[in-house]
């Protein structure tokens, strides 16, 4: 029986411990603690049972989702073929996937300094808007990457495609990046 727990591992903590992100200097201690810890190795349990749900999800194309540097690496390593398209803000690129592409992404790159929310707003032209609210990121990152549902791609005819990076803000909304994408459907 373990002790109730005094300290917690804060969850970005656990997080970068999990997905190998800049690996916590004191992993040792984070995982003497872990191993003492009921409340600590339930929660971190619970958030590799989510992140691997949410993996299983973008593989199969079934959203679109942020994922990490990691994430593709990750997927990389196991065979899973990616399409990227990396835009500036303000930029624009011609795009297409092909049967044999497993995973589309974009690579939206931007200054997130300071920020403390970022929202990813998708516009398809003849289509609602769909936003995306409080999306994770990394103040010190360059860029936000996003895996593209496979299926939905596919199955879009010639079409343009406009992603909004905004940071709510006291007083309305600060405008960090837009984005366009240009998909072309591959020929038969």
Excluded: N
């Amino acid at each position: 029986m373990s002790t109730p727990c005094d300290a917690p591992i804060p969850f970005g903590a656990l997080v970068d411990y999990w997905l190998e992100d800049e690996g916590p200097p004191d992993a040792d201690a984070l995982e003497a603690h872990l191993l003492g810890c009921d409340r600590c190795t339930e929660r971190l349990r619970g958030l590799v049972s989510l992140g691997d749900g949410v993996r299983r999800l973008a593989r199969s194309g079934a959203v679109a989702v942020v994922v990490t540097p990691s994430f593709l690496a990750k997927a990389t390593q196991e065979g899973l073929r990616t399409r990227e398209y990396r835009v500036a803000p303000g930029g624009r690129v011609d795009c297409t996937v092909t049967p044999r592409d497993d995973l589309l992404v974009a690579r939206l790159e931007g200054d997130f300094t300071g920020l403390t929310r970022l929202d990813v707003v998708a516009e398809l032209q003849g289509r609602p808007t769909h936003r995306i609210e409080d999306v994770p990121f990394r103040p010190q990152a360059t860029e936000l990457v996003l895996a593209q549902a496979m299926p939905f791609v596919r199955a879009l005819p010639h079409a343009r495609l406009r992603y909004l990076l905004l940071s709510p803000e006291r007083g309305g909304e600060r405008l960090i990046g837009e984005y366009t994408f240009d998909h072309r459907p591959t020929p038969p």
